[in-house]
């Protein structure tokens, strides 16, 4: 049972870094008049989350090797729970930024693990099982925030809505160090510097690209539909739903996509996933049909997250993985802080928040080639042909 439990609270952490992710576009509707800012200044605000990622994703991938998974990942969640409380106690945006800025440093340290640890821990088919269940949790979060969010600051302020990031995050700290063993069956790792090939970092490189486009264009969806739909004068139950459809109509998804890759190659999920994403996120910016879309993006979009997340971790020797997650999210992490900056900036040029859906649009479609060029690199990989 220990490695449910194990699953449970990775899985627990992923929606809670869903939900603090999407704490400020979820209160953009508040923050953006509030401080005045432009949607350039938004997009950055939510960028700052990202920010120090590129700089620490593979330093904390060292450091797990000798500190071990247990303090570091234990380590990231309790700076993001004190991450929360710091922006809540800020006095404008840059109070806010400091706290997600230190929120985000203790993210990479959970996200460079869980991998690893999912991956510790799981093997064969229940893998792909366990690494679909801790990505579809991320959007559990992102809906969350959005039910939560709007009715707890139209009755407490905005402070009380980053308060609420430690209540999502607090609770996974103490599952994690409660159930969290070594597995037993691997011997430990290494506690001096290793990396790993040239060849694994190429591939790991490759396959963060392909992660930041996703998450670049999804997260583009979930930061600009609430303005983008309050400045159509729509009222905050349809957005809710809106956003509920997108968010947790993604677990479901993700998992029978991962059980749907399996049975018929991952490429094809991709393919269609993507695809999926691309045309509801322009077709939101364009057509005012906003639940049809959120069907679109949150349910046909979203069945291959799993698929990309397994060729990121299976990209790298399970020795190096610790290290290896961390030159995937270096990738990952330089292109999530600069991508809510430029759907912002799209956003200005347009003239309205819609043009920050465009740009996140255009952002998941360069997925497909760069997926198609890690196919092609890794195509005498055994443990990467189904994918």
Known sequence: MRPWFILAAVALARAGFGYQFQTVASLGPNLVPLFHLTYAEFGALIGCYMLLGVFIALPLGVLARWAGDRWTLGGGLALMVAGGCISAWGGGPAGI?????????GAVAMIVMQNKVIADWFTGPRFMLAISVSVAAYPVGVGLAQLILPPVVQAYGWRAGFLTDGAMLGVPLLVFLASFRPPPRTAPPPRGFAVPSLRECLLLVVSGLIWTAYTAGYSGYTSYVPSTMALRGEGLALTGLVMTIATWGNVPATMFGGGLAGRYGGFRIFLIGTLALVVGMAGTAWVDWPVLWSVVVGIVGSIHPGVIMAVGTLSVRQEHRAVGMGVFYSVYYAGGAVG??????????YGGPDGGLLAGSAISALA?????????LAAHE?????A
């Open 382 to 386: 055994t443990m990467l042909a189904r």
């Open 340 to 349: 809510p900056a430029i759907c912002g900036w799209a956003a200005d040029m």
């Open 368 to 376: 497909i080639p760069v997926y198609l060029l890690h196919r092609r």
């Open 97 to 105: 930024a400091a706290g997600r800025i230190i929120a985000g440093v």
